[in-house]
Each structure stands twice: as C-alpha cells, then as structure tokens.
C-alpha cells in the first residue's frame, strides 16, 4: 500500500504530534506499506532522505518561526504543483496528520481517500485546546468558533507579540471557524485518546460514524536511575500547562513541611529576571528548552514528572515518557491524561487547578524511600508497555488505511 503523508513538520525529536506522526511513519514503513512524507524544511535538513520504504521529501513551506496552521493554507503553487499532484495519484491513502487540511480538496479531486489524524482539537476550536482562559474552564460552545475576547486572551497568555495576537484574533476569528468544514470532508477520523473522540464527537455528532481511537506509539525511551528526589515540569510558564498551579503547590508545600524542595523546570530561558528570582526563592531550579542529554541531566534528579495542566490534553507524551523513565506520575485527572495514569501505583492524580492536592500529593511523594519511588516507577514502566502496546497501534492504523482504500 502507498501511503502519502502530508505533514508540516515531521522530525524525529519533535514533540507531541511531530513525535507521533514520525513513529508511526517507521512503524507502518516496517509492516511493509511504501510511506512518502511532504513535509516543511528547516535550517540543515536535507532535502531528500530515503531510507527503506520510507522517503521524505522537504519543501520551504515557511519559515521556522511561522504558525504553520494558516501559512500552509497560502502555498497552493506547492498544493498545486506537478510534484505534490503526481504523488496523490501515486498514493492509495493520503494521510495528513497536522494542519494541510487544503490537501483534502486536492486528494478528492484524483479520487483518494483521505484520513486525517487530530492531536488537538481544532475541528472544535480553532485554537485547539477548547479551553476559555476568560471563564478558567472548559469551553462549552458548540458552534465551533472562540470568542475575541477567548482568543485575545489566549495569546495574551502565551505573551505573544501585539501583531502576531492580531493576526490570531482576525484567522481564528474567521478561516478558524472553517477547519472543521474541511475536515469533515475526509474519509475517516484518527483520535489519540477516549478523551478527545468523547469531546470532538459531542460537539460533532455527524463526525462519530469516523473517528477511531488510535493511541500514539510509545518512544523507544530507556529507563534512568534516580539519583534525587526532586520534581520535574516540562511544560514552561504556561497558563494551560497549569503552572500556576504548581507554582501556588510549591507554595503551599514549603509551609506544611519547612523545608525546600526542588522542582526541575523547563522552557524558562525567556522569563524576566525579576520572575525568575521569585521562582528561585520558591525552590524552582531554571532550565531552557531541553534536548539530548539534558533532558537525562534532570531525569536523573527528579524522581518525579508533574503534568498540571489545566486544559484538557489529547494525550501527553511528557507524561508517557515519565513513565516509560521510571518516574512517578503526578498528573491533573483531564483529558487524555487519565487514560495514562490509570490502574498504575505509581501515577497520581488531581482537580486540575487544584494546588492544595496537588500539594499533598507532593508531600507524600516527597516522604517516600528512593527504593520505594525506584519500585512505583518501575511498575509505571511495566503497566504502561502494557496497555500501549505498539504493534497494536500499527496493526489498528494499517487496518483503518487497509479499509478506506477499498
């Protein structure tokens, strides 16, 4: 089978949909189906790479501080040219895993079908996290579109510049309301967690017949030993990654037990200097954006991964490779990130914006041996291959692909 994947981004070391999208190109290109991925170029890529089965080919789509969500809607020279023309009729099924939802008309065109992967839940929200920042909830609306106010405030939040949170509102606010439009043209649905299918579907109900749930593949991630009993966040100063919550639990953890704790975080290169010295003096230890062995670096001091976020996640693959590590869970109870967490003894879960237990939590953890984490964590380990095993995901992908193309 041929299968074409249209993917802004595609890289080995991304995160979250970038990570998954890349495992599950090797993974399929090893069951034998021939896998070509269109993708954006980045400073140093090269601009074909052909390894097996599996042949990736980079376009200067947009620059790599560009959202992709909307620039990629603006190439149709790309969309349109001979090359990307020539492999749609190459393809049985083109697959597109990110935000080429333009591709869609293209693929219909030549008659191909078309499955379309979400890691957010932009077909609800054309922010993609269905989550208000102005009320501090949930968003309940069901007529697909955010407010100005709720996109204003979201950019606000992530400290977006004045033209850049102006051009979110004026996209979001109108080509936004669109993409869902867009993907309901395609021929079948992949959601990554019970969660996020429960969520899209209820706002969605002619898109259920579908969607399927489809786990994203586990990363090949070995076991460290622990050599600290300190915290790990990777989430950076974000109100939807919840740090607000940590930071008040930090908080209220040194008054119950007068003692520092330190609390390993991530993506705060860019914060000010006053803020950082109030991090600092709360028992924050300050770290930039983590690759390669830095992200070993602090593993081996963290006993613990906390993953507060408020917003509901698809999935988490920060709190997979905790697990995955032999580190404790300490995850807020939303989204997709109970599915993770559940029957595991060394996960624990919270109310997402709830310091005080998050706080508690922490000091139980706090209080336990290293032999006792270094057993939770191993059992993590063992429970989560478990219940995510990745030849079941393959082998539930290459049948949806084996199904849509007749």
Not at 152 to 173: G, I
């Amino acid at each position: 089978m041929n299968v074409l994947f249209l993917s802004e981004i595609f890289h080995p070391h991304g995160r979250g949909a970038e990570l998954a999208t890349y495992l599950f190109a090797k993974n399929l290109e090893a069951e034998g189906l021939n896998i070509v991925v269109v993708t954006n170029r980045f400073n140093g890529d090269e601009e074909v790479t052909k390894n097996g089965k599996l042949s990736i080919y980079r376009l200067p789509l947009f620059r790599e501080d560009t959202n992709s969500k909307y620039s990629i809607f603006r190439r149709v020279d790309v969309l349109f040219s001979q090359f990307l023309r020539k492999l749609v009729k190459w393809a049985d099924v083109v697959y597109i895993p990110r935000f080429w939802f333009s591709a869609i008309w293209l693929a219909k065109a030549y008659r191909k079908p078309v499955v379309v992967h979400f890691h957010d839940y932009i077909p609800i929200c054309p922010l993609s996290t269905t989550f208000d920042i102005t009320k501090n909830q949930v968003c309940s609306c069901k007529r697909g579109y955010c407010s100005l106010r709720c996109i204003y405030a979201y950019e606000k939040s992530v400290e977006s510049t004045m033209l850049r949170t102006s051009s979110s509102v004026l996209l979001n606010s109108t080509l936004g309301r669109c993409l869902s439009r867009f993907t309901e043209l395609s021929d079948a649905v992949i959601c990554a967690s019970n969660a996020q299918k429960n969520l899209i579907v209820s706002r969605r109900p002619r898109m259920s017949r579908k969607v399927s749930v489809i786990h994203n593949p586990l990363p090949e991630v070995k076991q460290l030993d622990i050599e600290g009993n300190g915290f790990a966040y990777f989430g950076g100063p974000y109100v939807l990654k919840g740090f607000h919550t940590l930071f008040r639990a930090v908080g209220y953890l040194k008054q119950s037990i007068h003692r520092e704790t330190n609390v390993y975080v991530s993506d705060f290169a860019q914060v000010s200097a006053h803020f950082a010295e109030r991090l600092r003096n709360r028992g924050f230890i300050l770290r930039g954006r983590l690759s390669g062995s830095a992200y070993d670096d602090v593993y081996a001091k963290a006993g613990s991964v906390i993953v507060p976020s408020v917003c509901p996640e698809v999935s988490s693959y920060v709190a997979m490779e905790a697990m995955l590590r032999g580190r404790l869970l300490l995850a807020s109870n939303v989204g997709g990130l109970p599915e993770i967490a559940n029957g595991c003894s060394g996960a624990f879960t919270f109310p997402p914006g709830d310091s005080v237990q998050l706080a508690k939590i922490m000091g139980y953890v706090w209080s336990l041996s290293n032999d006792t984490v270094t057993d939770l964590g191993a059992r993590n380990r063992e429970s989560l291959t478990k219940r995510f095993d990745n030849k079941d995901s393959v082998s539930n992908f290459v049948r949806l692909l084996t199904r849509v193309s007749g």
